[in-house]
Structure formats: C-alpha cells, structure tokens
Nanobody, 124 residues
Framework: QVQLVESGGGLVQAGGSLRLSCAAS????????MGWFRQIPGKEREFVAS????????YYAGSVKGRFTISRDNVKNTVYLQMNSLKREDTAVYYC?????????????????WGQGTQVTVSS
C-alpha cells in the first residue's frame, strides 16, 4: 500500500520558516516527479512546487518563488519543502503528491498519490 506522510507543519509567525517533509512508503518514487500543493477551505487546491526525479529540475508557483525550496532524498524516499519568509497568505493545508513519470508538473490531475496534508498557519 502506497502512503505519503507529511510532517513539519505548525504555527509560525510571519517572517519565520518551516520545513515540511513527505515520507513515501510502499513504493519507491526515485524515478518519478513529486510536488507540493496547498489548499485553503473553500478554495481549490493550488500548486506550490514540483521537482523531477533527480532533483535537478524544479518549478515554483510565482507566489512562493524565491521563498520556498523543494528538494528530495531518493535514498530516504522523501521530499522536502523549505519555507522561508512566510506570509499570512501562506496559511493552508499543504499536501505532498507523487506522479508517474520523471517530468515536473503543476497540474494536480497528473499526480497519482497524495498525502493526508499538514496544516501550516502563519500569524501576524
């Protein structure tokens, strides 16, 4: 059974940092791209960042570019999201996702597996 488990969410003040982790089990994703999305209640899920299989190619939403960094450790079957200079508008549930294929994507429909989400709350 494939599982993606996020951790590292929490409450942080604006300007602060958090590092999210997503540990995969049940299948190796070392040949597949992975991504992070986020969702606010009542709104559609929003793309945050994606990384290719080797970690050499990344893509970010404009709202987080320069502040967030996605990375991965294929030995640990884990993907990370380092979030710096957090803003109140970054408050959301953050989801890790994995897709078949090595190319990055911002389209949620291309992702096959999803984690349960971790809450990030940024206070002013």
């Amino acid at each position: 059974q494939v599982q993606l488990v996020e951790s590292g969410g929490g409450l942080v003040q604006a300007g602060g940092s958090l590092r999210l982790s997503c540990a995969a089990s049940g299948r190796t994703f070392s040949n597949d791209a992975m991504g992070w999305f986020r969702q606010i209640p009542g709104k559609e899920r929003e793309f945050v960042a994606s990384i290719n299989w080797s970690g050499t190619d990344t893509y970010y939403a404009g709202s987080v570019k320069g502040r967030f960094t996605i990375s991965r450790d294929n030995v640990k079957n884990t993907v990370y999201l380092q979030m710096n200079s957090l803003k109140r508008e970054d408050t959301a549930v953050y989801y890790c996702a994995a897709k078949f294929g090595s190319w990055i994507s911002s389209m949620s429909g291309e992702y096959k597996y999803w984690g349960q989400g971790t809450q990030v709350t940024v206070s002013s």
